[in-house]
């Protein structure tokens, strides 16, 4: 089947799951966190604060860190098959799963707000996609739109 003018749509995108500019904000917070931290260190407070509190706030840039680097790694892949997103956790559904597929999508603010993909499986259970690359948006709105062209395996 070909689509306008006999080419072919596109079946198959792969794409960032966050925009340049979120990946570009996050480094940079993150870095001023570090920053204000490295000058905090010889700080009576910080020395005389609980073992408990310095592991409280060792967590806390850890998690930081590792948001920080999926941020930057996520990628996300949509086929007639399945929607996978690598994250910390790897997100995946089947479109054969899937109920209900909703896209949200603030046109002039895509370059901070990721668009997201909604898509809520048949156990009733939601997953959110993120994803920067418009080919990808491209493509989950085919499949939403138009189930019949899901594969069904």
Do not use: C, H
């Not at 966050?18 to 204000?36: E, H, I, N, S, Y």
């Not at 680097?69 to 899937?98: F, G, H, M, N």
Request: charged share 15%; aromatic share 10%.
């Amino acid at each position: 089947m070909s689509g306008e003018g006999g080419i072919a749509p596109v079946t198959a995108a792969e794409g960032p799951a966050f925009p340049p500019f979120v990946k570009l904000l996050l480094t940079a917070l993150t870095l001023a966190v570090f920053g204000a931290g490295a000058l905090a260190l010889d700080q009576a407070t910080l020395r005389n604060a609980s073992t408990g509190a310095k592991l409280l706030v060792a967590g806390g840039l850890i998690v930081l860190v590792v948001t920080n680097y999926w941020v930057l790694k996520s990628r996300i892949r949509i086929d007639a098959r399945e929607i996978v997103q690598t994250w910390i956790w790897t997100k995946r559904v089947r479109w054969a799963d899937v109920v209900q597929a909703k896209l949200i999508y603030l046109p002039w603010l895509a370059w901070l707000v990721a668009p997201r993909m909604v898509v809520r499986g048949g156990a009733g259970v939601v997953t959110l996609f993120n994803a920067a690359d418009p080919r990808v948006l491209a493509v989950f709105t085919r499949y939403a739109l138009a189930p019949e062209l899901r594969d069904r395996s």
